[in-house]
């Protein structure tokens, strides 16, 4: 098989002639399809993720969807033929998806829904759970709710705002002025981040109360912003990056909380693997209801051209999720 593998870090990877992988006890062997890209992806190939622990060489790609080509012992969830997707490999040593074929648990793999493409299946997994383990997971959100999503038409913000919206949630989200349609095509109010202070935005949607649930996506100066958004007595602030020192006053003086989702947590420990299958299931529920849809960038990428797909990550020009296109 090929498989695109990164030798070195910050160097560009090299389409290499791999043995095909045998699927060992509670493993499939899938026949890849498609693989995601994610900030994550770019962020290793450049040296910059040591909490993914990546190990070289390796093969990124942290999303998959394929066919079931091969079952390894004890397996009974999936069979040969059967469409699946997940957040499964591309770390801690585990090879990704930017290859033909590839070995992963099957207790991170759901089926795929017959009404979605290979590539918005590749597209989905980490984001989607990302988002639910925030929302959900962390901050229970419920009917009645004010949601703040930040960042709200990017790859975690624009599942966010779906899931809270079917949750019956009053949601808003930040982001800027482009990106207005995307987020109220969403079901979203849209709040411009450059054109309103937190004071402001807080004191127009909240009648200064503060939001129920702020969810940040984005990180650094958006977290603190985020502390203060929180609604007095009992807000919840969740945040996927929250990476760095920030200064805990705000929230404690709203007598707020705050959540840390870390989704690679199951891979890099090896446990509860089944959690991630059983929130795709959910992302199954939604799509089949008509209330989730995932924002594709319209370009094809191949195995020969991925490295062109993280250089557009990287640079900030992807509109909606790239995908690779393996073998589809």
């Given at each position: 098989m090929q498989a695109l593998?990164?030798?070195?870090?910050?160097?560009?990877?090299?389409?290499?002639?791999?043995?095909?992988?045998?699927?060992?006890?509670?493993?499939?062997?899938?026949?890849?399809?498609?693989?995601?890209?994610?900030?994550l992806d770019t962020k290793i190939a450049a040296g910059q993720a040591p909490h993914a622990r990546p190990r070289l060489p390796a093969i990124l790609g942290v999303d998959v969807a394929g066919t079931v080509?091969?079952?390894?012992?004890?397996?009974?969830?999936?069979?040969?033929?059967?469409?699946?997707?997940?957040?499964?490999?591309?770390?801690?040593?585990?090879?990704?998806?930017?290859?033909?074929?590839?070995?992963?648990?099957?207790?991170?793999?759901?089926?795929?829904?017959?009404?979605?493409?290979?590539?918005?299946?590749?597209?989905?997994?980490?984001?989607?759970i990302t988002a639910w383990e925030g929302l959900v997971d962390r901050a229970h959100v419920k009917a009645g709710d004010t949601v703040l999503v930040h960042g709200g038409a990017g790859g975690v913000g624009h599942m966010a705002v779906q899931i809270a919206v079917a949750m019956g949630a009053t949601v808003?989200?930040?982001?800027?002025?482009?990106?207005?349609?995307?987020?109220?095509?969403?079901?979203?109010?849209?709040?411009?981040?450059?054109?309103?202070?937190v004071d402001e935005y807080v004191a127009e949607h909240t009648a200064g109360a503060g939001f129920d649930i702020v969810y940040d996506t984005v990180g650094g100066s958006t977290?603190?912003?985020?502390?203060?958004?929180?609604?007095?007595?009992?807000?919840?602030?969740?945040?996927?990056?929250?990476?760095?020192?920030?200064?805990?006053?705000?929230?404690?003086?709203?007598?707020a909380s705050y959540s840390g989702v870390f989704t690679l947590l199951p891979l890099l420990s090896g446990k509860d693997h089944a959690r991630h299958g059983a929130i795709l299931l959910q992302a199954n529920r939604l799509i089949a209801a008509g209330e989730l849809r995932i924002n594709l960038d319209p370009r094809h990428f191949t195995l020969a051209t991925a490295q062109q797909a993280h250089a557009a990550q990287a640079d900030g020009s992807a509109r909606g999720k790239l995908v690779v296109s393996v073998q589809e």
């Open positions: 593998v990164l030798n070195a870090f910050n160097t560009a990877m090299s389409v290499t002639d791999l043995a095909v992988p045998q699927a060992g006890p509670g493993q499939v062997l899938l026949r890849i399809a498609a693989s995601g890209v994610n900030p080509a091969a079952v390894g012992e004890g397996v009974a969830t999936f069979a040969i033929g059967d469409r699946v997707y997940g957040m499964a490999g591309g770390i801690a040593g585990i090879p990704g998806s930017l290859a033909e074929y590839g070995v992963f648990e099957t207790a991170l793999l759901a089926p795929v829904p017959q009404n979605l493409s290979w590539r918005e299946a590749a597209a989905l997994p980490l984001v989607f808003y989200a930040t982001g800027s002025a482009a990106s207005r349609g995307t987020i109220e095509a969403l079901g979203a109010h849209f709040i411009d981040y450059r054109a309103s202070t977290l603190d912003a985020s502390f203060k958004a929180a609604r007095i007595y009992g807000g919840h602030v969740v945040s996927c990056l929250g990476w760095g020192t920030f200064a805990l006053t705000p929230l404690t003086a709203r007598a």
